[in-house]
């Protein structure tokens, strides 16, 4: 190229940067659908409704080999078996490769559904660090009429907590005899460490009152009220990002090295269990979810 036909050097050290920052962008895309953060049907429909963005720029080999379980050869087949060329980007797709890919994505990756006829029992439940008791403590400060119930736990008060406010603050035996006396709606260990278990009483006299109940609990605790009743409404927060999630965790700063590295592990696993829920509310800005979440007993 002449010099005359080259490009000025600063326009150049913009374009490189540019490069660099949608690459990253993209990478980023690609660890939320491997960790599970959004679905690749989801992907999918952020390439198509702008060509230009970092998901409409990813190749679909790329997109495909982020997705759990599919390695270079099963990519390879997947490619063939829907006319695909291997060089094409999202946003470039044509609309019978377009169909052809979310047909396939549906058919092996179904995305949960929305069910209806749901009672007022909402549960609250996600990943380590996603900000579940920042949203529930922001439902119970503008909703009164939503009652936040109060779980009984093992562990010791952080400064600042109340009995009977925050947790019901007992020892091992008095936890014992909860569980014994079937006064639990379900209870869990939770990060190998303490209990924690949900009053059975106070939400069944709510409930008959025509209220809605919110409980903000881990998985092992959603599970468990799914199986004690199945018309609860159960909602996943979701992190923005998997990034996020990170800076959440670390940001906090109250785990050391090894137990951040432990809840991250922990996170990924939570992430895959987020299909067997009803409901999906991303936490990008606090009152927005509590807003979304209270909405969904109505
Ligand atoms: P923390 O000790 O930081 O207040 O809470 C730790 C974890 O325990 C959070 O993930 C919270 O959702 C969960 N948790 C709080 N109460 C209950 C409960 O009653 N049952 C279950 N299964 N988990 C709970």
Do not use: C
Request: aromatic share 4%; glycine share 6%.
């Amino acid at each position: 190229m002449s010099d005359a036909r080259r490009p000025p050097e600063v326009d150049r050290a913009a374009a490189s940067r540019r490069a660099v920052a949608a690459r990253r962008e993209r990478a980023a895309l690609k660890r939320d659908v491997t960790t599970r953060v959004i679905s690749p049907q989801e992907l999918l429909r952020r390439a198509l409704a702008d060509p230009s963005s970092a998901a409409g720029a990813m190749r679909v080999t790329e997109f495909l080999t982020a997705i759990p379980a599919v390695g270079e050869s099963k990519r390879d087949r997947i490619l063939a078996d829907l006319g695909i060329s291997p060089v094409k980007r999202l946003g470039g797709l044509g609309s019978r490769q377009r169909d052809a890919l979310r047909t396939f994505l549906d058919s092996r990756w179904p995305e949960p559904q929305p069910r209806s006829g749901r009672s007022r029992l909402l549960v609250l439940a996600g990943p380590t660090a996603v900000g579940k008791g920042t949203v529930a403590a922001h439902i119970k400060d503008h909703h009164p009429d939503i009652l936040l119930s109060v779980s009984a736990t093992t562990r010791s008060p952080r400064p600042g907590e109340v009995d009977g406010e925050h947790y019901y603050f007992v020892d091992d035996a008095e936890f014992d005899r909860l569980i014994r006396d079937g006064e639990l709606l379900e209870h869990a260990t939770v990060h190998n460490k303490y209990r924690y278990g949900t009053p059975k009483a106070p939400i069944t006299a709510a409930l008959e009152h025509g209220r809605t109940v919110l409980l903000e609990i881990d998985l092992q605790g959603a599970r468990q009220v799914r199986a004690a009743a199945p018309d609860a409404n159960l909602v996943f927060l979701l992190p923005p990002s998997w990034d996020e999630l990170v800076d959440r965790l670390v940001g906090r700063g109250t785990e050391d090295a090894e137990e951040r590295a432990r809840r991250l592990r922990t996170a990924r696993v939570e992430l895959a269990s987020q299909g067997e829920f009803d409901h999906h509310v991303v936490n990008d800005d606090v009152a927005r979810a509590a807003e979304e979440v209270a909405a969904l007993a109505r």
